[in-house]
C-alpha cells in the first residue's frame, strides 16, 4: 500500500516551513512524528515549478517538456499530457491496485489519470476537499472502507497555495476559510494557529519587509491547518490497520509563491521537503539523506514498491525516442546513503497560457546551471505572486527608489543571462553567475553536455533553442535558424 502527498501529502506551493526543515517557529507536530519515521531528504528538488506540471511529473516519472503538460491545466485550450503516455494511476489500475485521489488534481485529460476513488476539484469545491481536513479525514476513511485491495492514495492538500486572487475573503493564504469567524464557516477538527509578522522566518530570497512578513505569517497559519490534517490523515490510516504495510511519501509540487519562488528553476523555486516512510525499511527512520533525489523518483519508486515493470512504448512526437524514466527507485536510499546521487535535472516552458520563458537546468552536485532559452524576453510574473501584498510593495518600493529589503533588483529578477552558472556551496542565494568565468569553463561544458543529452533522451521539443530548429523527421536534428537576413 501506499498513500502520497503532495502538500498536496503533497501539499501544494510548500517550502520548508516546518520543524522537520529547522523551522522553529510554525508548530507542525505530526510532520514532525512522522520525520522520526521516515528518511529526511535534504537536497529534494521538483523537477518543475509549476503546479499543472509538476503534478503531471509526479503522476508520470515523466518531464513536463515530454509528458506534454507544458503549462496549467485549465481552460479549454491550456494543457494536457500526450494520450498516449502510461501514467503511474493506469500502470497501478492495471495491476489490480485500488488508486484513489483527494484534493487538488489539476491534470489531465482523464484518460491519462484514471482514478478509482476520486474527490477532487472537478467534482466538487477545492476548498471542501483540498482544505476542509474534516471533510478530507471523513473522504480517507471513505476510501479505506469495503476495500481489500493494495492501495494507492494520493491525498493532494491545497493548503499552503494563495488564494487572495480567487477568494480574497479568506485571506492571502485562505487562512480564514474555516477558522468559525463570521462568514468563515468552521471546520471542526482544526484548531486554528496564528503568528505574528514579527515571529515569522524570512527565507534569504524573499524580501524582509512588513508586507513580507505579514503575508508569511499568513501562510503559517495555512501551514499548521496542513499539519493538524496530516495528523488527521494518519489517524485513519492507523485505525484502518493499514501503518505497518503502507509506504509514506511526503512532498510538494514546487517552491512557495513568492519572489524568486514558484515559476524559477533557481533552487529557492525547486528544492522541496521530501519525507519516505517505509515499515519495511526502518534501518534509517529518523536520519537525513544528502543524496540528490527529484519529484520524477516518485513513479519509479511506487512501481518498485508493487513490482510493477515499465512498459516500453514510444510518443507519436518523437516516435524514435524510447520512453523510459530517467528518475531512480528511492527504496535503496531507505537501507543504505547512496554515494553516487548527485545529478537531478529541471525543464520549466510555462505557467500561466501567457507566461513562455523556457528553461532547462542541472544540479551536479553543488554546480547549479541554468539555461534561459528566450533570455531576451522579461522573465513573466504569475498573477497569483503580482496581486499578492509582498510583490506589490516590492513594485511600488522600486518604482519610488525605495530600499527593498531584497537581495536583488526587480531588473536583475526581470532581465536574466542565457547561461547561468552557480557554486550553491559558497553562494546558496545563486546571486554569482559563473558562466562566463574562464576558471569554470570545464564545469560549464561538462553541464552543458549533461543536460543536452538527458534533452535528447527525454524528447525535448526545445533541445535545440534558441539558436536552432528541431527537424520534424523520424531522426531530427538541429537545423541554424540563420537565414542571411
Known amino acids: 500500500n501506499i498513500l502520497a502527498w503532495l502538500q498536496n501529502l503533497e501539499s501544494d506551493d510548500a517550502g520548508f516551513e516546518t520543524e522537520v526543515y529547522n523551522n522553529s517557529v510554525v508548530h507542525t507536530p505530526h510532520l514532525r512524528s512522522l520525520a522520526q519515521r521516515s528518511l529526511v531528504f535534504s537536497n529534494a528538488f521538483t523537477s518543475v515549478s509549476s503546479c499543472s506540471p509538476s503534478r503531471s511529473t509526479i503522476l508520470t516519472g515523466l518531464p513536463q517538456h515530454q509528458n506534454g503538460m507544458y503549462g496549467l491545466h485549465q481552460g479549454v485550450h491550456h494543457f494536457n499530457s500526450f494520450d498516449e503516455v502510461q501514467s503511474l494511476p493506469l500502470l497501478l489500475k492495471q495491476a489490480n491496485v485500488h488508486t484513489g485521489i483527494i484534493g487538488k488534481k489539476h491534470i489531465g485529460p482523464g484518460s491519462v489519470?484514471?482514478?478509482?476513488?476520486?474527490?477532487?476539484?472537478?467534482?466538487n469545491s477545492v476548498l471542501q476537499v483540498g482544505r476542509n481536513i474534516t471533510r478530507i479525514k471523513l473522504l480517507v476513511r471513505k476510501f479505506f472502507q469495503n476495500e481489500e485491495r493494495p492501495f494507492f492514495l494520493y491525498v493532494?492538500?491545497?493548503?499552503?497555495?494563495?488564494?487572495?486572487?480567487?477568494?480574497?475573503?479568506?485571506?492571502?493564504?485562505?487562512?480564514?476559510?474555516?477558522?468559525?469567524?463570521?462568514?468563515?464557516g468552521r471546520i471542526p477538527d482544526w484548531t486554528p494557529e496564528y503568528y505574528t509578522p514579527e515571529q515569522v522566518k524570512v527565507p534569504p530570497f524573499v524580501p524582509d519587509t512588513p508586507a513580507a512578513r505579514a503575508d508569511l505569517a499568513a501562510q503559517y497559519t495555512t501551514v499548521s491547518r496542513l499539519d493538524q490534517g496530516i495528523g488527521l490523515v494518519l489517524q485513519e490510516l492507523r485505525e484502518a490497520g493499514y501503518e505497518n504495510d503502507t509506504l509514506i511519501i511526503y512532498s510538494s509540487d514546487n517552491g512557495i509563491p513568492f519572489p524568486n519562488g514558484r515559476t524559477n528553476l533557481y533552487q529557492s523555486g525547486t528544492a522541496e521537503p521530501m519525507l519516505v516512510s517505509s515499515p519495511e525499511h526502518r534501518e534509517r527512520w529518523g536520519d537525513a539523506s544528502n543524496a540528490y533525489v527529484s519529484l520524477?523518483?516518485?513513479?519509479?519508486?511506487?512501481?518498485?514498491?508493487?513490482?510493477?515493470?515499465?512498459?516500453?512504448?514510444s510518443l507519436p512526437g518523437s516516435p524514435a525516442t524510447p520512453v523510459y524514466l530517467t528518475g531512480r527507485s528511492l527504496l535503496p536510499a531507505l537501507v543504505t546513503e547512496p554515494s553516487s546521487w548527485h545529478t537531478v535535472y529541471s525543464s520549466q516552458s510555462l505557467h500561466e497560457v501567457t507566461m513562455y520563458y523556457p528553461t532547462r537546468s542541472v544540479h551536479q552536485g553543488a554546480y547549479h546551471l541554468l539555461h534561459n532559452l528566450h533570455y531576451r524576453m522579461p522573465f513573466?510574473?504569475?498573477?497569483?505572486?503580482?496581486?499578492?501584498?509582498?510583490?506589490?510593495?516590492?513594485?511600488?518600493?522600486?518604482?519610488?527608489?525605495?530600499?527593498?529589503?531584497?537581495?536583488?533588483?526587480?531588473?536583475?529578477?526581470?532581465?536574466?543571462?542565457?547561461?547561468?552558472?552557480?557554486?550553491?556551496?559558497?553562494?546558496?542565494?545563486?546571486?554569482?553567475?559563473?558562466?562566463?568565468?574562464?576558471?569554470?569553463?570545464t564545469v560549464l561544458e561538462d553541464l552543458r553536455q549533461r543536460l543536452q543529452k538527458w534533452q535528447w533522451e527525454t524528447g525535448d521539443p526545445w533541445v535545440c533553442g534558441p539558436d536552432y530548429i528541431l527537424e520534424d523527421k523520424l531522426e531530427p536534428r538541429c537545423r541554424p535558424l540563420y537565414n542571411g537576413l
Not at 489519470?113 to 467534482?123: K, L
Not at 531584497?406 to 542565457?418: A, N, P, T
Open 113 to 123: 489519470y484514471p482514478f478509482d476513488f476520486a474527490y477532487t476539484e472537478e467534482n
Open 296 to 313: 520524477l523518483d516518485i513513479t519509479p519508486t511506487i512501481l518498485d514498491w508493487f513490482s510493477v515493470s515499465y512498459p516500453s512504448y
Open 380 to 441: 513573466p510574473i504569475d498573477q497569483d505572486l503580482y496581486v499578492s501584498p509582498t510583490f506589490q510593495d516590492l513594485l511600488n518600493r522600486t518604482q519610488l527608489s525605495q530600499p527593498t529589503h531584497w537581495f536583488k533588483s526587480l531588473q536583475q529578477y526581470y532581465y536574466r543571462e542565457r547561461w547561468e552558472l552557480f557554486d550553491t556551496r559558497t553562494d546558496p542565494l545563486e546571486t554569482k553567475n559563473l558562466a562566463s568565468d574562464p576558471s569554470f569553463s
Open 156 to 184: 493532494a492538500f491545497h493548503d499552503t497555495h494563495r488564494c487572495g486572487h480567487s477568494q480574497p475573503q479568506y485571506g492571502a493564504f485562505c487562512e480564514k476559510f474555516g477558522n468559525g469567524d463570521m462568514g468563515m
